[in-house]
């Protein structure tokens, strides 16, 4: 028996196939939409770090100048000292704060200082209207900003050593 044998038939498995073009672009599109959804997650990955490398030496920073305003006696005599670092005392500052730049780590960041009265002798006694307790608030952040999650803000109030009710 002789058999005839057609050239333009695939040989092997007739059941197999490969993929077409059409198939393969397809696929292709499809990687390449996850492959830029992955690496922009790297991007964002690498902004938050660079965010919190800059938290991090604010908050440093922060705490340094948290440390030296605390050190400060607050007395008579300091309390109405005009506020300035590294010399300065505890007076209140205007209500927008003393801005400062400083340079740590290679990067610019600005500090902002708020000193407000918050408690006062009462009328009658000695030394009546004195500043007895204040308020300070703390800001820092860095000169050139990405976020509005760069800056660091911390509290404290400070009160004399008089006795009394107040």
Known sequence: MNTVRNDNQPRGRSGERGFTLLETAIS?????????????LFVYATKANMGADDREIA??????????????????QTRSVTYAYPDGGLAATAS????????????????????????????GDPDAGATIAKSIKLSVSPAISNTVFDKVTLYTVRTTQVTGVY
């Not at 920073?61 to 605390?70: G, N, P, V, Y």
């Not at 708020?114 to 009328?123: E, G, K, M």
């Open 28 to 40: 292709l599109v499809i990687m390449m939409i996850i492959t830029l959804g992955v690496a922009s």
């Open 59 to 76: 908050m440093a920073i922060a705490q340094k100048r948290m440390e030296w305003l605390r050190s400060i006696p607050f007395t008579t």
């Open 96 to 123: 927008t704060g003393v801005s400062e730049t400083v340079t740590s780590a290679g990067r610019g960041y600005v500090i902002t200082t708020i000193i407000q009265d918050t408690a006062f002798v009462p009328a």
